[in-house]
Protein backbone atom coordinates (compact mmCIF):
# COMPACT_ATOMS: atom_id res chain seq x y z
CA UNK A 1 0.00 0.00 0.00
CA UNK A 2 2.66 2.12 0.67
CA UNK A 3 4.50 1.68 -2.22
CA UNK A 4 1.32 2.36 -4.49
CA UNK A 5 0.54 5.85 -2.65
CA UNK A 6 4.91 6.45 -3.42
CA UNK A 7 3.97 5.84 -7.07
CA UNK A 8 0.74 7.73 -7.27
CA UNK A 9 2.56 10.90 -4.97
CA UNK A 10 5.57 10.73 -8.07
CA UNK A 11 3.12 10.46 -11.03
CA UNK A 12 1.02 13.82 -9.63
CA UNK A 13 4.59 15.36 -9.28
CA UNK A 14 5.23 14.21 -12.86
CA UNK A 15 2.00 15.47 -14.23
CA UNK A 16 2.14 19.02 -12.46
CA UNK A 17 6.00 19.64 -13.28
CA UNK A 18 4.56 19.38 -17.11
CA UNK A 19 1.82 21.74 -16.50
CA UNK A 20 4.21 24.41 -15.07
CA UNK A 21 6.16 24.09 -18.00
CA UNK A 22 3.81 23.88 -20.69
CA UNK A 23 2.30 26.89 -18.96
CA UNK A 24 5.34 28.67 -18.52
CA UNK A 25 5.49 28.23 -22.45
CA UNK A 26 2.74 29.31 -23.39
CA UNK A 27 3.11 32.64 -21.43
CA UNK A 28 5.98 33.38 -23.13
CA UNK A 29 4.71 32.85 -26.62
CA UNK A 30 2.17 34.93 -25.76
CA UNK A 31 4.05 37.79 -24.65
CA UNK A 32 5.93 37.57 -27.30
CA UNK A 33 3.22 38.24 -29.71
CA UNK A 34 1.91 41.14 -28.05
CA UNK A 35 5.56 42.74 -28.19
CA UNK A 36 5.93 41.28 -31.50
CA UNK A 37 2.23 42.42 -33.01
CA UNK A 38 1.77 42.27 -36.90
CA UNK A 39 1.02 45.98 -38.10
CA UNK A 40 0.90 46.57 -41.74
CA UNK A 41 4.17 48.51 -43.24
CA UNK A 42 3.98 51.46 -45.87
CA UNK A 43 3.46 49.25 -48.71
CA UNK A 44 0.41 47.17 -47.18
CA UNK A 45 2.07 43.98 -46.34
CA UNK A 46 1.94 42.78 -42.47
CA UNK A 47 5.33 42.51 -40.83
CA UNK A 48 6.57 41.93 -37.63
CA UNK A 49 7.60 45.06 -35.41
CA UNK A 50 9.07 45.64 -31.88
CA UNK A 51 7.09 49.48 -31.28
CA UNK A 52 8.39 51.36 -28.24
CA UNK A 53 5.32 52.74 -26.11
CA UNK A 54 5.48 56.66 -24.29
CA UNK A 55 2.26 57.18 -22.24
CA UNK A 56 -0.73 56.23 -25.06
CA UNK A 57 1.62 56.76 -27.74
CA UNK A 58 3.25 53.81 -29.82
CA UNK A 59 6.34 54.68 -32.23
CA UNK A 60 7.91 52.07 -34.48
CA UNK A 61 10.99 53.99 -35.55
CA UNK A 62 13.55 56.92 -35.85
CA UNK A 63 12.03 58.98 -38.16
CA UNK A 64 14.37 61.82 -38.13
CA UNK A 65 17.29 61.03 -40.65
CA UNK A 66 19.60 64.60 -40.56
CA UNK A 67 19.90 63.65 -36.47
CA UNK A 68 23.51 63.33 -36.14
CA UNK A 69 25.81 60.89 -33.95
CA UNK A 70 27.50 61.81 -31.34
CA UNK A 71 26.45 63.17 -27.57
CA UNK A 72 24.99 66.58 -27.20
CA UNK A 73 24.34 68.98 -24.37
CA UNK A 74 21.47 70.70 -23.81
CA UNK A 75 19.40 72.93 -20.51
CA UNK A 76 17.92 75.88 -20.42
CA UNK A 77 14.07 76.43 -19.50
CA UNK A 78 12.37 75.34 -16.54
CA UNK A 79 9.37 75.33 -18.19
CA UNK A 80 10.72 73.18 -20.60
CA UNK A 81 10.57 70.07 -17.41
CA UNK A 82 7.76 67.86 -18.48
CA UNK A 83 9.00 67.79 -22.11
CA UNK A 84 11.80 66.45 -21.03
CA UNK A 85 10.69 64.25 -19.28
CA UNK A 86 8.01 63.22 -22.02
CA UNK A 87 9.69 64.04 -25.55
CA UNK A 88 13.52 63.70 -25.34
CA UNK A 89 13.41 60.06 -23.90
CA UNK A 90 11.50 58.53 -26.73
CA UNK A 91 13.46 60.70 -29.05
CA UNK A 92 16.77 58.67 -27.02
CA UNK A 93 15.02 55.41 -27.23
CA UNK A 94 13.62 56.04 -30.93
CA UNK A 95 17.33 57.23 -31.95
CA UNK A 96 20.12 56.11 -29.71
CA UNK A 97 23.37 57.40 -31.69
CA UNK A 98 21.66 60.89 -30.98
CA UNK A 99 22.95 61.12 -27.20
CA UNK A 100 20.78 64.27 -24.78
CA UNK A 101 22.64 65.06 -21.41
CA UNK A 102 20.85 67.63 -19.77
CA UNK A 103 23.31 70.12 -18.60
CA UNK A 104 22.63 72.36 -15.12
CA UNK A 105 24.90 75.76 -15.20
CA UNK A 106 27.60 75.14 -12.77
CA UNK A 107 27.28 78.41 -10.47
CA UNK A 108 23.74 79.85 -11.52
CA UNK A 109 19.98 78.43 -11.36
CA UNK A 110 18.49 77.06 -14.82
CA UNK A 111 16.33 79.19 -16.68
CA UNK A 112 16.23 80.39 -20.11
CA UNK A 113 18.66 83.29 -20.03
CA UNK A 114 20.80 80.89 -18.68
CA UNK A 115 20.58 78.45 -20.96
CA UNK A 116 21.17 80.99 -23.79
CA UNK A 117 24.06 82.75 -22.52
CA UNK A 118 25.77 78.77 -21.62
CA UNK A 119 24.85 78.33 -25.79
CA UNK A 120 26.51 81.63 -26.29
CA UNK A 121 29.63 80.54 -24.55
CA UNK A 122 29.37 76.47 -25.94
CA UNK A 123 28.69 75.40 -23.24
CA UNK A 124 25.64 73.79 -24.74
CA UNK A 125 24.44 72.51 -28.42
CA UNK A 126 21.09 73.91 -28.02
CA UNK A 127 18.87 75.59 -25.56
CA UNK A 128 15.09 75.48 -24.43
CA UNK A 129 13.90 78.70 -24.20
CA UNK A 130 10.24 80.09 -23.38
CA UNK A 131 11.04 83.41 -24.56
CA UNK A 132 12.13 85.20 -27.40
CA UNK A 133 16.25 85.52 -28.22
CA UNK A 134 17.02 89.20 -26.75
CA UNK A 135 18.87 91.71 -29.07
CA UNK A 136 21.54 91.80 -27.07
CA UNK A 137 22.13 88.04 -27.14
CA UNK A 138 22.29 87.96 -31.18
CA UNK A 139 25.38 90.72 -30.43
CA UNK A 140 27.18 88.37 -27.59
CA UNK A 141 26.72 85.40 -29.80
CA UNK A 142 28.02 87.52 -33.29
CA UNK A 143 30.92 88.38 -31.21
CA UNK A 144 31.87 84.54 -31.20
CA UNK A 145 31.49 83.96 -34.40
CA UNK A 146 28.02 83.05 -35.23
CA UNK A 147 24.13 83.81 -34.77
CA UNK A 148 21.05 82.36 -32.72
CA UNK A 149 17.86 81.53 -34.63
CA UNK A 150 14.77 80.54 -32.32
CA UNK A 151 12.21 77.75 -33.63
CA UNK A 152 8.78 77.85 -32.00
CA UNK A 153 7.65 74.08 -31.11
CA UNK A 154 5.01 74.74 -28.44
CA UNK A 155 2.51 77.01 -27.53
CA UNK A 156 1.90 77.93 -23.03
CA UNK A 157 -0.15 80.36 -21.29
CA UNK A 158 1.08 82.17 -18.35
CA UNK A 159 -1.91 81.39 -15.50
CA UNK A 160 -2.67 83.29 -12.88
CA UNK A 161 -2.84 81.15 -9.05
CA UNK A 162 -4.75 82.55 -5.84
CA UNK A 163 -5.69 81.38 -2.38
CA UNK A 164 -8.64 78.54 -3.12
CA UNK A 165 -10.69 80.33 -0.38
CA UNK A 166 -10.07 83.93 -2.42
CA UNK A 167 -13.82 84.73 -3.98
CA UNK A 168 -12.97 86.47 -6.84
CA UNK A 169 -14.69 86.02 -10.33
CA UNK A 170 -10.73 86.56 -12.43
CA UNK A 171 -8.70 90.30 -13.41
CA UNK A 172 -7.70 91.95 -16.47
CA UNK A 173 -3.98 92.46 -17.57
CA UNK A 174 -4.09 95.58 -16.66
CA UNK A 175 -5.49 94.49 -12.57
CA UNK A 176 -2.51 92.47 -12.76
CA UNK A 177 0.47 94.85 -13.80
CA UNK A 178 -1.46 97.40 -11.17
CA UNK A 179 -0.80 94.39 -8.63
CA UNK A 180 2.34 93.10 -9.29
CA UNK A 181 3.95 97.45 -9.74
CA UNK A 182 2.22 98.00 -6.23
CA UNK A 183 -0.62 100.44 -7.33
CA UNK A 184 -3.04 97.90 -6.07
CA UNK A 185 -3.10 96.05 -2.51
CA UNK A 186 -6.52 95.06 -1.54
CA UNK A 187 -8.34 92.86 -3.29
CA UNK A 188 -11.64 94.88 -2.61
CA UNK A 189 -10.20 97.43 -5.33
CA UNK A 190 -10.90 94.51 -7.79
CA UNK A 191 -13.97 93.27 -6.92
CA UNK A 192 -12.85 90.79 -3.95
CA UNK A 193 -13.01 90.58 -0.22
CA UNK A 194 -11.62 93.59 2.42
CA UNK A 195 -8.28 91.51 2.36
CA UNK A 196 -4.68 92.39 1.76
CA UNK A 197 -3.06 91.11 -1.63
CA UNK A 198 0.17 89.18 -1.21
CA UNK A 199 2.11 88.50 -4.40
CA UNK A 200 4.40 86.25 -5.33
CA UNK A 201 7.19 86.16 -7.40
CA UNK A 202 10.75 84.44 -8.88
CA UNK A 203 13.28 86.73 -9.33
CA UNK A 204 13.41 88.50 -12.52
CA UNK A 205 17.28 86.31 -13.56
CA UNK A 206 15.31 83.28 -12.23
CA UNK A 207 14.07 82.10 -15.98
CA UNK A 208 12.11 83.47 -19.07
CA UNK A 209 8.44 82.91 -17.46
CA UNK A 210 9.76 85.98 -15.17
CA UNK A 211 11.23 88.12 -18.00
CA UNK A 212 8.13 87.34 -19.93
CA UNK A 213 6.00 88.48 -17.49
CA UNK A 214 7.98 91.74 -16.73
CA UNK A 215 8.17 92.52 -20.48
CA UNK A 216 4.83 91.45 -21.63
CA UNK A 217 2.72 91.82 -18.37
CA UNK A 218 4.40 94.80 -16.61
CA UNK A 219 5.36 97.07 -19.64
CA UNK A 220 9.52 96.59 -18.35
CA UNK A 221 8.30 98.31 -14.86
CA UNK A 222 9.89 97.22 -11.84
CA UNK A 223 8.06 94.74 -9.52
CA UNK A 224 6.52 96.59 -6.57
CA UNK A 225 8.17 96.59 -3.06
CA UNK A 226 5.27 94.44 -1.64
CA UNK A 227 6.03 91.91 -4.08
CA UNK A 228 7.71 88.32 -2.44
CA UNK A 229 10.01 86.71 -3.83
CA UNK A 230 10.53 82.87 -3.77
CA UNK A 231 12.86 80.25 -5.46
CA UNK A 232 10.62 77.30 -7.22
CA UNK A 233 7.15 77.39 -8.47
CA UNK A 234 6.64 74.20 -6.09
CA UNK A 235 7.36 76.65 -3.39
CA UNK A 236 5.20 79.56 -4.43
CA UNK A 237 2.25 76.97 -4.73
CA UNK A 238 2.91 75.81 -1.21
CA UNK A 239 2.97 78.97 0.16
CA UNK A 240 -0.96 80.24 -1.55
CA UNK A 241 -2.21 77.08 0.10
CA UNK A 242 -1.56 79.03 3.14
CA UNK A 243 -1.77 82.51 2.43
CA UNK A 244 -5.04 84.32 2.15
CA UNK A 245 -4.99 86.95 -0.21
CA UNK A 246 -1.80 85.51 -2.19
CA UNK A 247 -1.32 85.11 -5.93
CA UNK A 248 1.10 84.00 -7.90
CA UNK A 249 1.90 83.50 -12.27
CA UNK A 250 3.43 80.19 -13.83
CA UNK A 251 3.24 78.37 -16.82
CA UNK A 252 0.00 77.08 -17.22
CA UNK A 253 0.73 73.39 -16.90
CA UNK A 254 2.50 73.90 -13.63
CA UNK A 255 -0.89 75.67 -12.33
CA UNK A 256 -4.03 74.54 -13.80
CA UNK A 257 -4.01 71.02 -12.30
CA UNK A 258 -2.84 71.60 -9.38
CA UNK A 259 -5.11 70.84 -6.05
CA UNK A 260 -4.53 72.80 -3.66
CA UNK A 261 -4.71 76.38 -5.37
CA UNK A 262 -7.14 78.44 -7.81
CA UNK A 263 -6.74 79.27 -11.23
CA UNK A 264 -8.06 82.40 -12.25
CA UNK A 265 -9.86 83.97 -15.37
CA UNK A 266 -8.13 86.71 -17.06
CA UNK A 267 -9.04 88.86 -19.17
CA UNK A 268 -8.07 91.72 -21.28
CA UNK A 269 -10.90 93.97 -20.33
CA UNK A 270 -13.65 92.38 -17.53
CA UNK A 271 -16.61 91.69 -19.95
CA UNK A 272 -13.95 88.97 -21.61
CA UNK A 273 -12.38 86.72 -18.61
CA UNK A 274 -11.01 83.78 -19.92
CA UNK A 275 -10.14 80.91 -18.17
CA UNK A 276 -6.94 79.03 -18.30
CA UNK A 277 -8.96 75.85 -18.05
CA UNK A 278 -11.44 73.89 -19.45
CA UNK A 279 -14.86 74.19 -18.20
CA UNK A 280 -16.58 73.55 -15.82
CA UNK A 281 -14.24 74.13 -12.97
CA UNK A 282 -13.39 71.52 -10.91
CA UNK A 283 -12.85 72.74 -7.57
CA UNK A 284 -10.15 71.55 -4.96
CA UNK A 285 -12.38 69.41 -3.20
CA UNK A 286 -12.95 66.61 -5.99
CA UNK A 287 -9.25 66.72 -6.65
CA UNK A 288 -7.00 64.54 -7.16
CA UNK A 289 -9.72 62.19 -8.42
CA UNK A 290 -10.45 64.86 -11.60
CA UNK A 291 -7.88 68.14 -11.81
CA UNK A 292 -8.56 70.71 -13.98
CA UNK A 293 -7.42 70.60 -18.08
CA UNK A 294 -5.78 73.51 -20.02
CA UNK A 295 -7.67 75.78 -22.15
CA UNK A 296 -5.74 74.59 -25.40
CA UNK A 297 -8.28 76.07 -27.52
CA UNK A 298 -8.27 79.37 -26.12
CA UNK A 299 -4.38 79.08 -25.86
CA UNK A 300 -3.82 78.18 -29.80
CA UNK A 301 -6.40 81.04 -31.00
CA UNK A 302 -5.06 83.65 -28.68
CA UNK A 303 -8.30 84.34 -27.34
CA UNK A 304 -6.82 83.67 -23.58
CA UNK A 305 -4.45 87.02 -23.08
CA UNK A 306 -1.13 85.86 -21.87
CA UNK A 307 0.33 82.97 -24.28
CA UNK A 308 3.58 82.74 -25.85
CA UNK A 309 5.64 79.84 -27.83
CA UNK A 310 8.21 77.67 -26.76
CA UNK A 311 11.66 77.94 -28.52
CA UNK A 312 14.15 75.41 -29.28
CA UNK A 313 17.31 78.05 -29.77
CA UNK A 314 19.99 77.17 -32.43
CA UNK A 315 23.33 77.82 -32.81
CA UNK A 316 23.73 79.37 -36.48
CA UNK A 317 27.76 78.06 -37.30
CA UNK A 318 27.73 75.31 -40.26
CA UNK A 319 28.99 72.67 -37.56
CA UNK A 320 27.69 69.76 -35.57
CA UNK A 321 25.98 72.03 -33.00
CA UNK A 322 23.73 73.75 -35.77
CA UNK A 323 22.38 70.16 -37.00
CA UNK A 324 21.63 68.84 -34.07
CA UNK A 325 19.30 72.11 -32.81
CA UNK A 326 17.65 72.26 -36.08
CA UNK A 327 17.18 68.32 -36.36
CA UNK A 328 15.64 67.95 -32.46
CA UNK A 329 13.62 71.16 -33.66
CA UNK A 330 12.35 69.31 -36.34
CA UNK A 331 11.61 66.25 -34.58
CA UNK A 332 9.48 68.23 -31.85
CA UNK A 333 7.46 69.53 -34.86
CA UNK A 334 6.88 66.50 -36.20
CA UNK A 335 3.83 64.46 -35.49
CA UNK A 336 5.13 62.39 -33.15
CA UNK A 337 6.92 65.29 -31.96
CA UNK A 338 3.73 67.58 -31.71
CA UNK A 339 1.90 64.35 -29.67
CA UNK A 340 4.31 64.49 -26.86
CA UNK A 341 4.77 68.30 -26.88
CA UNK A 342 1.16 68.05 -25.91
CA UNK A 343 1.10 65.31 -23.78
CA UNK A 344 3.54 67.36 -21.60
CA UNK A 345 1.11 69.60 -21.29
CA UNK A 346 1.53 72.12 -23.47
CA UNK A 347 -0.22 73.40 -26.82
CA UNK A 348 0.97 71.68 -30.09
CA UNK A 349 2.08 74.65 -32.49
CA UNK A 350 0.85 72.60 -35.76
Known amino acids: MSQKNETLSLFLAAVITIGLIFGGLWFLMERWAQLNRIVPNQSGNSKPTNPLAFGNLLFNKCNEPKLPTGTFNYGGSTTWATIRKEADPALQSLCPQFILRYTQPAFDKPGSGTGIRMLIENQLAFAQSSRSIKAEENVQAQKKGFSLKEIPVGIDGIAIAVNPNLNIPGLTVAQLKDIYTGKITKWQEVGGPNLPITPFSRKKESGGTVEFFVENVLGKVNFGNNVRY ?58 PTQRNQLNTQAFRSGEYPITRNLFVIVKQNGQTDQQAGQAYADWLLSSQGQELVEQAGFVRIK
Not at 230 to 244: G, N, Q, V
Not at 272 to 279: C, D, G, I, S
Open 230 to 287: IDTTTEALRKLASTPGSIYYASAPEVVPQCVIKPLPLGRTSRQLVAPYREPYIPPSLC
